[in-house]
């Protein structure tokens, strides 16, 4: 096949403003993965395009980006997905709504921030006599399951138009990190959350528009997650 | 250039580091530096389990955990060594739990545990469920855990910062060297105790399971600063990696049931190993699909064969083997729901229906930084340490995994260790005065990184790496010989030679400027590849994961011994060695 790849470009060393650079690539091959075309670019053709990358199986969360238009994880965007006959384009941009930094790398900080605000870490100081385990029945280990999924790779959140309008607001990620702790069994800081989600930046910002849903690489449902925290602001 | 202060500076956010971290900070003044974000370490893509003989299903306990981590070494981990793993697996499985790490639960609530390659009742028996999971996750949910815990304890981080150098002063390390990724500004960090934590290098062949980041830099920068690599001959090729890409298929798969089937539908590792069939230790495995695709009975005639997790072909076998427990597609649903991601994503295989197509995967490097059970790095065969720093982790090789490592017995080596590496490093800081640092203590490696920045040659670094792959992968894989290792080591020096001399990048900025760091990273693949190359060779017998053609048989007689290698400041290779540990379980044939 024969990808005409659209990459948003920024070098802040260089460019007054970011601009669209286009790469013809041929041969590729419909199981390719955008990764694979970004790598085939920066290791052939030009080294200073910046992108983060590590796992390349979709686990480390590095590679969100907006893959024509829509938040994806270059690693797990096949090509065949994208483009249907021999020949087609592909656009790549940083993800919006967090400063570019270079290329289609963007600053994290903001994310993490909003992360770090709902306590993601169980709280709970006692230990079972013995040093063993906490007990928990496989519906209650059930009951959080989605949330474990998440790798952090904030492709929920910067395909939120909320969060664009307001970056302030704690995005889904950050919801979904707190619903993981909030439902937990185990976990005895429930109402702490709730109170930093019920504030004004918190779960109100949510417009349900699912797009963080259909953004989320490992299936979350996010939305429903986010809708489930609400009904707890509720009822507490 | 800024220069930074901390009692403890870590390097590396993986598994080990982190947990090192957690502890050294409860009283010194700690510092964890990664060129990752955390929670983009690889200890996240870990899969299937972590051992621990808790016994939640059936009885196990840990002197049978040793028994098997010792015959899957090939008698060539540290005994001793192998003794800490195990008892304190258990105590860290616990403690991770009650740091909230969400584990799959068994019907009364306890850790749920599942088969794994090589673990056993009762020093071989059958098959033991000894490893500890969260689904097919099991490496995200430690990483997450503890970084969660990090967070909560307030731990400092320089996320995003590449360290590309120790300082040392005289003998005495003193802190080290890092490039800020977001302005590439060079920092010094000042340290009285240091712990590398930077995980492996399985980017040094072409089939890998492992990150584009594991590039081995911390093994490297250690072996410039003349320190030896023990055990570097011993690197693990998991058996099922997905065709043509690499990516892990956990042998959790196996460990519910899965079996593995040629072209003619053949179960062919009841041939290989009898008792334990699919279970057998990882290189037995790798080789038996190895000599499958070699006689022509590889799928289609093609170099991979099929692992089947199918709920009619596992049930079928679970029947002839009269076990009681029958799977169906939910059950791998719930049991196996990543793996079902990348074969549906990757190759449009939906493994509930149909087998998937896998192939040998670089996976585990079972050498590396030699330490004591303590974490202190070794100077020599002699074990004198290294005042003020340690290694845990893959990085590292205390040794607790020999010539071949069982799987699950990872994740709990970093806990294990990384717990003793942050107890350790900050006992140690507690009392150490600082060493004072060098004049120009970056100098050096600003002259070597200015060379790489502007190179005015004619080779990118990409063409370095490809062929060093090819060459790794086909004369330094699963097996060997002295004609295609003496190649090797030729061809991967004429490629270092190359990387001196003929370099070429394109970013001569500052800003996240990768270029220049993975031209770097690709330098320490090629010393590591060497190393590797050049003990492998040196090793005149088969063991583990060193597999000989023109040497098959083990040969305890000569090489039980673990393997020091150390480059001089000429670029010369010497090897020494030193003995292994051996307490209760003397060498004896492996079979499975
Ligand atoms: C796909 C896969 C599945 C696996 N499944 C299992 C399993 O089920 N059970 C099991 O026991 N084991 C498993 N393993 C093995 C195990 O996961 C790894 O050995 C282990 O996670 C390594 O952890 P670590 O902390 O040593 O390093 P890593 O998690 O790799 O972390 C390395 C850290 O070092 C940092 N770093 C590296 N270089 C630098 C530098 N120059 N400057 C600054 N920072 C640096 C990185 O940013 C990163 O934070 C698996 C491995 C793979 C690849
Ligand atoms: S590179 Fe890890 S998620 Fe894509």
Known sequence: MEVTLKVRRFNPEQDEKPYFAEYTLKDVEPVDRVLDLLHHVKWYIDGTLALRRSCAHGICGSDAMRINGVNMLACKALVQNLIKGERGTIQVEPMYGLKVIKDLVVDMEPFFDHYRSVMPFLVNDTIPEGGRERLQTPEQRERFDEGTKCILCAACTTSCPSYWANGTYVGPAAIVQAHRFIFDSRDEAGADRLAVLSEENGVWRCRTIFNCTTACPREIPVTQLIAEVKGEIGRR | ?592
């Open chain 2, 1 to 592: 250039m800024q220069t930074h202060r901390h009692e403890v500076i870590i390097v590396g956010a993986g598994g080990a580091g982190l947990m090192a971290a957690l502890y050294a900070s409860r009283n010194t003044d700690t510092a964890v530096i990664s060129k990752l974000y955390p929670t983009r370490s690889h200890t996240g893509a870990a899969q299937g389990g972590i051992s621990a003989a808790l016994g939640n299903h059936e009885e196990d306990n840990p002197d049978w955990h040793v028994y098997d981590t010792v015959k899957g070494s090939d008698y060539l981990a540290d005994q001793d060594a192998v003794e800490i793993l195990c008892r304190e697996a258990i105590d860290v499985v616990l403690e991770l739990e009650h740091m909230g790490l969400p584990f799959d639960r068994t019907p009364d609530g306890r850790i749920a545990q599942r088969r794994f390659g090589g673990h056993t009742s009762n020093f071989g028996e059958k098959p033991v469920r000894r490893a500890c999971h969260a689904a097919d996750r099991t490496g995200h949910m430690i990483l997450q855990t503890l970084y969660q815990q990090c967070i909560k304890n307030d731990v400092n981080f320089y996320d995003e910062f590449h360290v590309v150098d120790l300082i040392m002063n005289g003998d005495r390390p003193a802190g080290i060297v890092a490039i800020e990724l977001g302005t590439g500004e060079m920092h010094i960090f000042q340290a009285k105790s240091i712990l590398f934590a930077t995980g492996g290098w399985g980017k040094v062949w072409q089939i890998s399971s492992n990150a584009y980041t594991l590039t081995g830099d911390g093994n490297a920068i250690l072996l410039r600063k003349g320190l030896p690599a023990q055990d570097m001959e011993f690197y693990q090729f998991h058996p099922t990696g997905i065709f043509r890409l690499g990516i892990l298929i956990t042998e959790g798969v196996r460990g519910e049931g899965g079996v593995l089937l040629n072209d003619k539908g053949e179960r062919f590792m009841e041939r290989y190993a009898p008792t334990i069939k699919d279970l057998a230790s990882r290189d037995v495995v790798s080789r038996a699909i190895y000599l499958e695709v070699q006689e022509g009975r590889g799928i289609n005639g093609k170099g991979y064969v099929h692992l089947d997790i199918t709920p009619e072909t596992v049930n079928h076998y679970l029947q002839k083997e009269g076990e009681k427990r029958r799977i169906d597609r939910e059950y791998i649903e719930t049991k196996l729901p990543d793996i079902l991601d990348f074969c549906r994503t990757y190759l449009g295989v939906d493994p509930v229906h149909e087998p998937m197509p896998v192939q040998p995967t670089a996976h585990y490097a079972m050498g590396g930084i030699p330490t004591n059970a303590e974490t202190e790095i070794l100077a020599n065969a002699a074990g004198d340490i290294v005042p003020g720093l340690y290694a845990a982790g893959e990085c590292a090789c205390v040794s607790v995994h020999g010539a071949n490592r069982l799987g699950t017995n990872s994740l709990n080596d970093l806990v294990v260790f990384g717990r003793r590496g942050g107890l350790r490093a900050a006992e140690y800081a507690k009392d150490a005065d600082w060493v004072p640092l060098p004049d120009d203590p970056a100098g050096e490696i600003r002259a070597a990184l200015e060379g790489i920045r502007n190179a005015n040659g004619s080779t990118r670094p990409i063409e370095l790496r490809e062929r060093m792959m090819t060459i790794m992968s086909r004369d330094v894989g699963v097996f060997r010989t002295e004609e295609g290792m003496s190649r090797a080591l030729e061809e991967i020096r004429e490629l270092q030679e190359t990387f001196r001399t003929d370099l070429t990048i394109d970013d001569t900025g500052h800003i996240f400027n990768f270029d220049l760091l993975e031209a770097w990273e690709t330098g320490n693949l090629l010393d590591l590849a060497e190393v590797t190359a050049a003990s492998a060779l040196a090793r005149r017998e088969s063991r583990g994961a060193h597999s000989r053609e023109d040497f098959p048989e083990r040969d305890d007689e000569n090489f039980l011994t673990h393997t020091l290698a150390t480059v001089d400041v000429n670029g010369k290779i010497s090897l020494d060695y030193k003995p292994v540990v051996i307490t209760k379980h003397q060498p004896k044939e492996r079979v499975y």
